[in-house]
């Protein structure tokens, strides 16, 4: 079974990103994130991030429906 939370650094392998990326995107408020234990470790639950990246999956076809790829040389 797999983890509900994940370290930022799970997160950054899995969005292939750095963790200083992911923390960024954490203390932004662009991924939700707690932050647990005496020291405030910050974790991100997985369903979370599967939302954060059907949301990124869903701006990405609204940003290329408004941009299409235009021939710049035609024949």
Request: proline share 5%.
């Amino acid at each position: 079974m797999e983890p509900r939370f994940l370290l930022l650094s799970d997160v950054a392998v899995e969005l292939n990103v750095s963790d200083s990326q992911v923390y960024h995107m954490v203390r932004s408020g662009e991924l939700p994130a707690i932050k647990i234990g005496g020291r405030g470790q910050w974790r991100v639950e997985r369903a979370r991030l599967e939302e954060y990246i059907a949301q990124k999956y869903a701006e990405t076809a609204d940003w290329v429906r408004g941009n299409p790829l235009v021939d710049r040389d035609p024949e």
